[in-house]
Structures are given as C-alpha cells and as structure tokens.
C-alpha cells in the first residue's frame, strides 16, 4: 500500500481506487474526487501525523497512553500504537488525506501561551507487533532523572519534525508503520526529544515535502506530563 | 583669527560627517539585535527612536567643536522648546504613550484586537498613532494616548476562547432528556476541546422556563463557525425531540 508506484492504468485499493479515463485518470474516496489529466501519474501512499482532519488547526498532538510509573532514575522503553492519517498523493500533490478515528482536540496549558493539541489515543503494544492499517508504532524512551518516583501518561509532538517509517513484513504482507524513536526525559523540566532514527530495522523513511523541515532539538512539556 | 575660525567649522563639519557615518553603521546593527528581541514594529520604532537621539547629541558634539557656544544655543533652543511644548501637548502626549505601548506590549503587528469596542488587525504602531484594520475593512488610526488609556482585548494571545450560552425550555419538558441531548451534541462536536472540559448545568428556575447554561471552550480561530454550528443544532434537535423552547409569558387572572 505505501510507497511510490506509477501507473498507466486502473489501480484500485480497499479505501480508494483510480480509474484511467482517455486522457485522465479520476481518484475516488467516499465522496471525494479528483481529476487528473495525464497518460501516467506517480502515485504515492505516505503516513502522515494526525493533525490533518478535517483541517489542519494545529502542528501539535498530544498522545494519551496508560499511566506508567518511573522510579528513582529509571528508565523504560514502551510501544504504543497510534492512530495516523494516510495522505495520497499524486504527482508529488498531496490530493487526499483520510484516518480512522474521529478527531478531537484539548489544550496543553493555559488559555495564555497553551498549545491547541490533537488528542491521539496511545495504546501500549508489543515491540513485535504491526498495528492495523491507519495505525503506527511510536517507540518511546522514557527516562525519570529525579530521586523520586514519576508517572506519566501523555507526550506532546510537534508533527513538523516527527519522522515516519513503513516497511513490509513478510509473514503476512501487512505493512508496519513506525515514527521515529522519541525521548521523553523527566528532569526538572519535562523534554520530548525526536531521535531523528527508526526503532525497527529495514524500514523507509517517508519524505514527504511537510516533513522536510528543520529538527528543532526539544519540546519543553512545561505544563506537565 | 578667520583662520582659525575657519579651521574649527572644518572640524565641526569633520566631526558631523564621522558621527553620522557612524551612527548609520551603529542604527543598522541597533535594528538587527532589536528586532531579534522584541516584535517588528517595535523594534523599527525604537531604533529611530535611538537614530534621532544620537544625530541630536551629533549636531550638539559637532556645534561645539565648531566653536558654537552650546550654552546659549541650549538656553535659546529651550525658550523654543517651551513653546513648541505648549504648542504640542498632545504630540508629545502620543510619543509617549507610544514608547509606553512598546514597553507594555499589549499587541503587535498583525495581531487580532478590540481597542474600546474597535476590533480590527493591527496593521502598524507608529511613534504617534496605532493603525488598526477595522473588520469592516477601513483603516482607523488611533493616536497612541487613546490606545494606551483604552481597554484593550487581543484576540492572537488566546490559544482558546469560550462560549457561554444560556437555553430555556418549558417547565412541561424532559429536563433530563434536554440535558442528554445537549451533552451529547457538545460531545459530538469536533472543534469543542476536552480540555478544558465542557458544562451543561441547570442554572435558573425562572417565571416561565428552566434555564440551562452552557460552556464550552473552542480554539480561538473557531469560536464563531461552532457558535454558529452549535446554536442551529440545539435548536433542530429540542425541536426534533418535542422540547419547547418557551417565549416569556404571564399569565393574568382576571377577577
């Protein structure tokens, strides 16, 4: 399903399908067309952050996982599964975005200087397993640096800088979807730090135009985890 | 003696073109690190600001080397200041009120205000007056001492905003079944956050409807499009439901 492919003909999937016309080929998902007028086109299927629908209000998500305690200094990676947004693009053209889940939105922090964030449900997985389509794996390293225990439930993303990663597993043909390693380290202050490289061995990095920009080095979860 | 005379207004004349190539030099730099610190308009303004204080302690440095006995010039340049000063009250009330506004901040270029029940887009804040684009598309400007003694309420700042609203159904409808409906729609509404979360309680018993009040915040971008959204749905679905949204009645007995 994911990745670049061009076509000269008919091409259907289980979401959408394009059908080839003379001259033009017609991209059909529930209610959404688009016409595009060429002989061949490059299709390309990209996971995408969840900040896109039913428009993009924010760059931010917050992704809520069950409580997890930290004691004194320690340290846990853990794998959730989170809900993601698939982009169609055609010729390089972002033509349709589509999910799975119902948007919602909250506020990180007060009114004054809060962040508008999605909000993405993160239900903790096996590092083995590969979510469902419109679903992906987010790694995450949680380190506690404080003498005291910590707990924590919810990490805020900046999608600008949030890498994604989809490869084939050869067992059952189903594709894994990964987001790049994140870090959330638990000092005096709380930092999300992207790692900038994938968990999962033999997998694509997607590189999409929006994902193209600058590494910024943290978040700061000022207003708590 | 002309010689000498001479002589000095050449290194007046010396000294002003120095001074001012190196204040040129030094206002560019001052511009840079300002608008690194603090917001475009502000910054501008404040390096002219310091540009004019500069070429005025440049006239005074190069008068003087000149030959210009400063003194006098200054006690003249008062008596003329004094003036100017009565003449120009409200001008100077403005500046200052201006550098106030850059020291207080309470808006910036490009930001969504209402300035004493004037709501607009900020399109520039000079030494003397503040432009603002007002809704309707007009550009008002406003001086500086208006804006700096006005209420002002900046829209950009706010992440969220919140709608209070207040429905009143018959004292013969389901109250429950009312609530479950308004719950449910707020509830089903995208752009409605979970946090803050939303309120639907009883707030009134009142001559001729119970009162149900409403609060819900939204992204500030979205306030107006839910409002809308939300008011037009409670409204089709109490309808739906046989919930009667009474007008004030009184009733008379007549004896």
């Not at chain 2, 946090?195 to 009040?213: C, F, H, K, M, R």
Request: aromatic fraction near 10%; glycine fraction near 6%; include cysteine.
């Amino acid at each position: 399903m994911f990745g670049k492919q061009e076509l000269g003909k008919s091409h259907k999937t289980k979401y959408f399908s394009i059908t080839k016309k003379k001259d033009s080929f017609i991209y059909k998902r529930d209610q959404k067309i688009v016409q595009i007028v060429g002989k061949k086109i490059n299709l390309n299927v990209l996971p995408l952050s969840p900040i896109n629908l039913p428009n993009r209000l924010t760059n931010h998500f917050v992704v809520d996982f069950p409580e997890i305690y930290l004691s004194p200094e320690g340290k846990q990676i853990i794998f959730l599964s989170i809900p993601i947004e698939i982009g169609v693009f055609v010729n390089e053209r972002l033509v349709d975005t589509f999910g799975f889940t119902k948007p919602e939105f909250t506020l990180y922090g007060p009114v004054k200087g809060g962040i508008i964030s999605r909000i993405v449900k993160g239900e903790k997985v096996d590092e083995t397993s590969t979510p469902k389509f419109g679903y992906a794996i987010m790694p995450l390293r949680i380190k506690n640096y404080n003498t005291r225990v910590r707990r924590t439930s919810k990490i805020l993303i900046n999608s600008r800088y949030l890498d994604f990663y989809y490869g084939e597993k050869k067992s059952n043909k189903v594709e894994k979807v990964s987001t790049e390693m994140i870090k959330l380290d638990i000092k005096g202050s709380i930092k999300v730090r992207n790692m900038n490289k994938c968990f999962f061995k033999g997998m694509t990095k997607v590189k999409a135009k929006t994902q193209l920009l600058k590494k910024e080095e943290s978040i700061d979860m000022r207003w708590g985890i | 003696m002309g010689y000498m005379i001479g002589i000095e207004i050449l290194y007046g004349i010396i000294t002003f073109i120095i001074g001012f190539i190196v204040i040129k030099r030094i206002n560019k730099f001052t511009e840079k690190s300002f608008k690194k610190k603090m917001p475009t308009g502000m910054a501008k303004n404040s390096a002219r600001l310091t540009y004019y204080i500069l070429m005025f302690l440049l006239a005074m440095a190069s008068l003087q080397v000149a030959g210009f006995k400063i003194e006098s010039l200054l006690v003249a340049g008062g008596v003329i200041g004094m003036a100017i000063g009565f003449a120009s009250q409200k001008t100077v009330s403005n500046l200052i009120s201006g550098l106030f506004l850059y020291v207080d901040r309470p808006f910036d270029l490009g930001d969504s205000v209402d300035i004493n029940g004037v709501g607009g887009v900020v399109e520039d804040i000079q030494p003397l007056s503040t432009k603002l684009r007002t809704w309707n598309g007009p550009i008002m400007r406003i001086p500086n001492e208006k804006v700096f003694g006005a209420n002002i309420t900046n829209y950009k700042q706010i992440a969220a905003r919140r709608f209070v609203h207040k429905i009143r159904i018959s004292y013969d409808s389901d109250i429950d079944k009312a609530m479950t409906i308004i719950k449910k729609i707020i509830d089903d509404e995208i752009f409605i956050l979970k946090n803050p979360s939303p309120s639907v309680i009883v707030t009134g018993l009142l001559d001729s409807a119970i009162e149900i009040q409403i609060k819900a915040w939204t992204p500030s971008s979205k306030l107006y499009s839910v409002k809308t959204k939300i008011l037009k749905t409670f409204y089709l679905a109490l309808k739906k439901n046989k919930i009667k949204i009474p007008y004030n009645q009184l009733r008379v007995h007549l004896k």
